[in-house]
């Protein structure tokens, strides 16, 4: 039986996600964060659904957030999946660390592209030709979706 895993004093999410609900930007120090969140029974939807991949038990336990500056989350699709890495640090400064560095490198062969959000800056990282598929083909996309303005009249 895996054993559930739980946030603890972990809060790396409360200081680099954006929550559009509180007005609190990427990369900024929620103002409700202390010694767990202050606001905890009452927070917004969007903090109550989120969940990383350490918290849904995706990844190695050695890499709970806290512990090495950076969680992780899957984005993309089913035909080009995307990890992203958020960290509060700059990227010079995850690469760093060991237990992220051997990640990252793991992660990078598997996975079509790594996305990662470094203290506001973000890189992609992955195989160039699986990464400009998916560009194309998400561009191929977007070119077949009739333009609306927020009226929902086409516009």
């Known amino acids: 039986m895996i054993k559930k895993r739980e946030c ?3 809060s790396l999410c409360c200081e ?10 990427e990369y900024q120090k929620c103002e409700n964060q202390g010694l767990g969140c202050r606001i905890h029974n009452e927070k917004p939807d969007q903090c109550k659904s989120f969940a990383c991949a350490w918290l849904e038990g995706n990844i190695p336990y050695d890499l709970k957030p806290d512990n090495v500056g950076f969680f992780v989350t899957s984005q993309g699709t089913e035909d080009y999946p995307l990890v992203s890495i958020h960290s509060k640090w700059s990227l010079d400064k995850l690469k760093k660390r060991k237990l992220a560095t051997q990640w990252l490198d793991a992660v990078t062969k598997s996975v079509p592209g790594v996305f990662v959000g470094a203290n506001g800056k973000r890189t992609l990282f992955g195989n160039p030709e699986i990464i400009k598929k998916a560009v194309l083909d998400a561009k191929k996309k977007l070119d077949n979706v009739e333009a609306t303005t927020g009226d929902g009249i086409p516009g």
């Open 8 to 10: 603890g004093n972990c």
């Open 16 to 25: 680099v996600m954006a929550v559009e609900d509180i007005n609190k930007k």
